[in-house]
């Protein structure tokens, strides 16, 4: 009877999906009288790629040092991989560049890789560690000490440090702030690999640019609070439209307007488009336009960049203040 019941919860169970990457609810931190983090919640699927987005300040870094329990909440819930956050093992699977890296200064690069991988109970065959250091262009200075390294290469090392012990789940905050233009490339590549590889990454950056080519999703975070998250496709869904337009009349104008927001630099004009639409916006306007007389030379969907998106959802909220 028993057994019975052991079968079916583990068949219940087993046909559960695997736990996200990491799961946060209601996360908090004060310092002081500032209130740095007001009540985050989101979560990381596995395998999946979240940008953390948002202004200097926003709290990224301590939502970052809270999941990773560098940091104590003052209220909320962490789950990594399936594990409470306050129990350290949950953490033996996560690789971490931290904000502001240091190693230490006296060990070589491939003994600061061999710190990390005790300290993660890993166990990682020697070249094993040499190919982490070559992955991030640092394989002919494994016998160096860091003391004599130069900023991005400390910030490579972290990279190295990150990745080593084969985590399953790897957070980088900011991660190429010190990265010439070739190393910043290396680490698109590198998360895009991760991602390949059913590593779930989690990434604070300010060059949006790098968070739209490799992220499924972005949370972005303003004044301690999640202002908009969503994929990629959800948060750009709008969309635009370019026409290149004849003389435009003052009737043609206005009902350019009454589709969506209007911006006009010389015979060029930009529509944003609704969000609800059914496919009969754009055919409707340009059969109201020729039948208003006006010459149509040009018709261009075009798509918002993240940057676009998320300046306007800063600007909005701090409308909304
Ligand atoms: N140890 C601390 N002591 C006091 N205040 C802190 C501490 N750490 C963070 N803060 C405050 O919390 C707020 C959020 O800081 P946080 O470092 O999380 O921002 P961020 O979004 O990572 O910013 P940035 O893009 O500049 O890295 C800021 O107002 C900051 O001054
Ligand atoms: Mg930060």
């Known amino acids: 009877m028993e057994d019975t019941a052991l079968q079916a919860a583990e068949q219940l169970l087993g046909g559960l999906p695997p736990s996200p990457a ?41 939502v ?48 600061v890789l061999a710190v990390h991988v005790r300290l993660a109970r890993a166990s990682v065959p020697a070249e ?11 394989a002919d ?15 490579r090392l972290g990279l190295a440090v990150a990745l080593v012990a084969r985590p399953e789940l790897v957070v980088l905050d900011e991660p190429t ?22 590593v779930a990454v989690l990434l604070n950056s300010h060059l949006i640019g790098e968070v739209e080519r ?42 350019l307007a009454a589709t969506g927001s209007l911006h006009r630099s010389g015979d060029e004009f930009t529509v944003v488009l609704p969000a609800e639409d059914d496919g009969s916006t754009v055919p409707g306007l340009i059969t109201d336009l020729v039948g208003l007389g006006v010459q149509v030379h040009a018709v261009e969907p ?6 676009e998106r998320l300046l306007g959802i800063l600007r909005h909220e701090e409308e909304q203040r």
């Open 22 to 62: 990491v799961w946060c609810s209601g996360l908090r931190k004060r310092y002081g009288r500032r209130t740095a983090v007001d009540g985050v919640s989101f979560t990381v699927g596995r395998g999946e790629v979240v940008g953390l987005l948002g202004p200097n300040g926003a709290g990224k870094t301590s």
């Open 302 to 307: 075009g798509r918002i960049s993240l940057e």
């Open 128 to 138: 094993e560690q040499r190919q982490a250091l070559a992955l991030v262009g640092l």
């Open 64 to 111: 970052i040092k809270m999941l990773l329990g560098l940091v104590r909440p003052d209220a909320g819930e962490v789950l990594l991989l399936g594990r409470p956050g306050r129990d350290p093992a949950s953490r033996e699977r996560v690789g971490y560049l931290p904000e502001l890296f240091r190693y230490q200064p006296w060990l070589s690069a491939a003994e």
């Open 177 to 198: 702030s010190a990265l010439d233009p070739l190393g910043r490339a290396d680490v698109r590549d590198l998360v895009l690999s991760l991602k390949a590889r059913g």
């Open 141 to 155: 200075r494994a016998g160096d000490r860091v003391n004599g390294f130069s900023k991005g290469m400390q910030q």
């Open 214 to 255: 490799v992220c499924d999703r972005v949370v972005i975070l303003d004044k301690g609070r999640v202002a908009a998250s969503g994929s990629l496709a959800e948060l750009l869904g709008q969309r635009e439209l370019r026409l290149r337009l004849g003389a435009v009349n003052a009737a043609a104008e206005a009902r």
